[in-house]
């Protein structure tokens, strides 16, 4: 059914369909209107779930922990400092294998005191063994959290999956939904560590050093094994609902000389941006990085790129940017741009492309650079 | 590309206008986005939303610098907001007023929104509702058709008071 919705409420109503047992959450800008509209789901009797609003993030993760070692679905969403309060049991909800799913809508971290849409905050979880995923469209947040369930919970995978939409640009902005009967897309969930009164059991014990680096070297095979159930999960939403997604979404860049790596928004708007430098003669295109944890193979071989980072690495640089140089070998012209929801245009983007600095990273808005 | 700005004060339902636009636009076939610009915003304060319509899928997420049609929900943020900033050259405006306003030659049109909603008694915490009414004019000008205009608001509000109010908008709004 096609309707005009918020990314937020794409996020719930996917949720709302994926019926999860438990949602625990704690309100924060500019994700409350996620875990607000499954509250209302819940209250109203629409979802038979048990909703915990818990009095911190860190408890919010805690109990997604403790319900999804009993072998049942959950879903958390979050933001910016509600994430980084999190992050020790983000941690554990990896190490511990339990497939929870929670939504990230991509905010600056404080001070001073910020809102709008920036990757920093996902970007710091990203050693934690969780997948990522970052969207660019209401309809796309939608598929990819009805998508993140079933990527998490596969037995090649079992490992948490966040789903990142940008503050405000994204989160808050108004497109049409075209929501769909999801059937079986979903199978009902199976943890085979699942906790069980008739066969008792240890968890979360000490794990002495002859043994702890075998589950973290499990926790890389699976994020490795997970590539593919990514792909296969990806085939089989278009063949059941038509819309096709990949690790990566390329915009004209079969012939590309220059392509333009950006997350979330920005990369789809960047769309725009190479249509008018095509105009101009210069063979640019887009390649919108979707999924950062696993990290993807890019097709860049031979191409000059320009990085986008919403984010940064204080005495490092652009996270993306650096991902891809250590991960690719290829120069990139980094461009540090959109950090703390600043307004960044397709001429701006545009104007990254004409006037890059391989090799160099240059801060959008900042004298003296692009 | 088609581009709306919408200014209006915090709790007038401003954001709810453009929603409404883009679901009356998107019945019609068309592609569309509405987006609130957030910011330290309270009740009463100044505020502006966006709306896109086009018949390709849009990539834009950036705010409108250039719109095509200003829309003024409330005359009096024009004392405080240059309603006009960017609007392009043939662009055009809709005010909420009784009486025709001077736009520095922009071609405008006006309706009386609030005289509207209080005769249809539409009034919601002592505000007179304007967002569904404005898009009875907004569908007089073409930017949506007044059957999408109809449906997008009874898909929102079962009061009937809401469509015969854009209606009267419809009928009375200036050429």
């Not at chain 2, 966006?50 to 095509?68: A, E, G, L, N």
Request: glycine share 8%.
């Amino acid at each position: 059914m096609k309707k005009i919705a918020t990314g937020n409420k794409a996020v719930a109503e996917a949720v709302f369909q994926a019926k999860p047992a438990v949602v625990a959450a704690y309100p924060i800008t500019p994700q409350t209107e996620i875990v607000e509209s499954i509250a209302d789901y819940v209250t109203g009797g629409q979802l038979a779930c048990r909703y915990i609003p818990v009095e911190s993030e860190h408890s919010a993760m805690a109990a997604c922990i403790g319900a999804s070692i009993t072998g049942v679905r959950t879903f958390t969403a979050t933001s910016s400092h509600g994430l980084l309060y999190m992050h020790e049991m983000t941690n554990w909800a990896a190490g511990a294998r339990l497939p929870i799913v929670m939504a990230n809508v991509n905010r600056a971290l404080g001070p001073g005191w910020n809102i709008w849409a920036e990757h920093t905050d996902a970007l710091q979880e990203r050693d934690t063994g969780w997948l990522q995923v970052y969207v660019a469209t209401v309809q796309e947040a939608y598929d990819a959290v009805l998508m993140a369930f079933r990527i998490a919970e596969h037995n090649d995978v079992l490992l948490p999956v966040m789903v990142n939409l940008d503050g405000f640009s994204l989160s808050h902005i108004m497109q049409p939904l075209d929501t769909v009967e999801t059937g079986d897309f979903i199978p009902p969930i199976r943890l085979p560590h699942a906790i069980d009164p008739n066969n008792p059991a240890g968890y979360g014990t000490l794990t002495g050093p002859a043994d702890y680096y075998k589950f973290r070297w499990d926790i890389e095979r699976s994020m490795r094994d997970a590539v593919n159930v990514i792909r296969e999960t990806q085939e089989e939403f278009a063949k059941r609902f038509g819309r096709k997604y990949g690790f990566t979404d390329e915009y004209r860049c079969e012939d590309a000389d220059v392509v333009v790596v950006a997350l979330g928004t920005l990369g789809r708007e960047a769309e725009v941006a190479i249509d008018i430098l095509r105009k101009e003669g210069i063979r640019a295109g887009s390649m919108r990085l979707r999924w950062f944890r696993p990290f993807p193979e890019l097709d860049l071989a031979g191409r000059e790129v320009v990085v986008i980072d919403r984010d940064y690495s204080f005495g490092f640089g652009g996270i993306v940017a650096n991902a891809i140089m250590a991960k690719n070998r290829v120069p990139v012209s980094s461009v540090i741009a959109g950090i703390g929801g600043q307004e960044v245009t397709y001429d701006d983007i545009a104007g990254f492309v004409r006037q890059r600095r391989i090799g160099e990273e240059s801060w959008f808005g900042v004298n003296g650079h692009v | 590309m088609f581009e709306i700005r919408i200014h209006s004060r915090g709790g007038q339902g401003g954001v709810t206008a453009a929603r409404l636009l883009a679901m009356a636009a998107l019945h019609d076939g068309k592609y569309a986005t509405a987006c609130p610009f957030y910011s330290a915003e309270r009740r009463g304060a100044p505020v502006v939303s966006f709306v896109r319509i086009d018949d390709h899928p849009i990539k834009v997420y950036s705010q409108i610098r250039d719109p095509d049609l200003v829309v003024v929900l409330d005359a009096s943020v024009m004392d405080v907001v240059d309603v006009l900033a960017g609007l392009k050259k043939g662009g055009s405006v809709l005010v909420n007023s009784a009486h025709p306003r001077e736009f520095k030659g922009f071609p405008s049109r006006f309706v009386d929104l609030t005289g509207i909603a209080l005769r249809e008694n539409l009034v919601v915490a002592g505000s007179p509702i304007l967002n569904t009414p404005v898009l009875g004019a907004l569908a007089k000008m073409g930017i949506i058709s007044a059957e999408s205009a109809k449906k997008a608001i009874r898909e929102m509000f079962t009061d009937e008071r809401n469509v015969k109010a854009a209606e009267s908008a419809y009928r009375e709004v200036s050429a």
